[in-house]
């Protein structure tokens, strides 16, 4: 028998994102308005763009444009997020934003109150993309059995087979829980 049960009423009371330019919510907003390009050129801290770029839009494996909309850098404390400092490496950045704009969510929420929120009554309602910043590590590391495959069939002896493999596997992270 289907029962049906009275919704709790639900209050949206906050919003949160991280955007190019100034960076949060009501930054977006501003930047529209005022039409800031909030577009530049790819930070080193990323990646080269020399590597990847070239003007003619068909080579493969490149791209014609040098410029992007890049989110700003802001500090995460991870104890502060409930996590312990050694895990941070293996965890996605994305994950890392999540919980920024989960806690600047909470806090926006809480602004102006005489007394903090019952946060057990709360839920944050996370929007992620695919293709994070770990995707290619774990991409990589899983292909560990295809590259010894393909250096055993290319004649390679097993020691050195192995050998380059692991160096190949030291470019990118371990695997742990947080990775995941």
């Given at each position: 028998?289907?029962?049906?049960?009275?919704?709790?009423?639900?209050?949206?009371?906050?919003?949160?994102?991280?955007?190019p330019?100034?960076?949060?919510?009501?930054g977006f907003?501003?930047?529209?308005v005022e039409?800031?390009?909030?577009?530049?050129?790819?930070?080193?801290?990323?990646?080269?763009?020399?590597?990847?770029?070239?003007?003619?839009?068909?080579r493969p494996?490149?791209?014609?444009?040098?410029?992007?909309?890049?989110?700003?850098?802001?500090?995460?404390?991870?104890v502060?997020?409930?996590?312990?400092?050694?895990v941070i490496?293996?965890?996605?950045?994305?994950?890392?934003?999540?919980?920024?704009?989960?806690?600047?969510?909470?806090?926006?929420?809480?602004?102006?109150?005489?007394?903090?929120?019952?946060?057990?009554?709360?839920?944050?309602v996370?929007?992620?993309?695919a293709g994070?910043?770990?995707?290619?590590?774990?991409?990589?590391?899983?292909?560990?059995?295809?590259?010894?495959?393909?250096l055993r069939?290319?004649?390679?002896?097993?020691?050195?087979?192995?050998?380059?493999?692991?160096?190949?596997?030291?470019?990118?992270?371990?695997?742990?829980?947080?990775?995941f």
């Amino acid at each position: 028998m289907n029962e049906m049960r009275e919704a709790a009423p639900i209050a949206v009371v906050g919003l949160g994102a991280l955007f190019p330019g100034r960076g949060t919510t009501q930054g977006f907003w501003r930047d529209l308005v005022e039409a800031v390009d909030t577009t530049g050129p790819v930070p080193e801290t990323h990646w080269l763009a020399r590597d990847y770029y070239d003007p003619d839009p068909s080579r493969p494996d490149h791209t014609y444009s040098h410029r992007g909309a890049f989110i700003p850098a802001f500090a995460f404390d991870p104890v502060e997020n409930g996590l312990p400092p050694r895990v941070i490496e293996t965890t996605d950045t994305v994950q890392l934003m999540a919980l920024h704009v989960a806690r600047a969510v909470l806090a926006e929420a809480e602004a102006g109150l005489a007394a903090p929120i019952a946060r057990e009554r709360i839920g944050v309602v996370l929007g992620v993309a695919a293709g994070t910043e770990l995707m290619q590590d774990m991409s990589c590391r899983l292909s560990r059995p295809m590259l010894l495959n393909a250096l055993r069939a290319d004649g390679l002896d097993e020691p050195r087979a192995l050998r380059i493999a692991d160096r190949f596997s030291a470019h990118f992270s371990e695997w742990r829980e947080s990775t995941f």
